[in-house]
């Protein structure tokens, strides 16, 4: 009796076992970023109550990364993308995503390399809106990965 109790009780933990899927955004071919963007994490320390979002997808297989940046009381020189090792310090600009824009900037970026993806996916990027008043930024948001939900 106790061999077949074991025998159900193997059978059925396999049947779990081989029922479970590996699932999650490191599976899928797009993965989702966002960004809330305002003066908080801006270095050197900016004062505004300018503010924004940023909504990303980022195509593992082709490396483009699209996004969509809407911001408002701000009158931007430009919006970059940026990164930082750690993440909350200044780094150096990636790309230019637009040259004095109003109110919203979108279109696709082509990562360069493996180590831009890794930046991406680590959390280093970020969103910089600097102005006239503040050269390194008024505005900055880091780009996060979306949570995922099972």
């Known amino acids: 009796m106790k061999r077949f109790l074991l025998l159900i009780a193997g ?35 900016a004062t505004s109550s300018a503010q924004g979002t940023g909504v ?9 990364l699209k996004y969509n940046i809407n911001f408002q009381n701000i009158t931007p020189s430009s919006v970059t993308l940026n990164a930082a090792n750690p993440a909350w310090e200044r780094g150096g600009i990636i790309k230019e995503l637009a040259n004095k824009p109003t109110g919203q900037v979108s ?3 082509k990562l360069a ?6 930046q991406l ?15 390194y930024g008024e505005i900055r948001g880091q780009i996060l990965a979306d949570k995922f939900e099972e």
Not at 113 to 118: L, S, V
Not at 121 to 135: A, E, K, S
């Open 56 to 64: 990303f997808e980022y195509n593992k297989n082709t490396m483009e």
């Open 121 to 135: 996916i680590l959390g280093l990027m970020y969103i910089n809106i600097p102005t006239d008043l503040y050269p």
């Open 107 to 109: 279109g696709t970026y």
């Open 11 to 45: 059978v059925l933990m396999l049947g779990f076992v081989t029922s479970c899927k590996e699932e999650g955004p490191h599976k899928d071919d797009i993965v989702k970023f966002s960004a809330v963007i305002n003066s908080s994490p801006t270095v050197p320390k």
């Open 113 to 118: 390399n493996t180590e831009q993806q890794t």
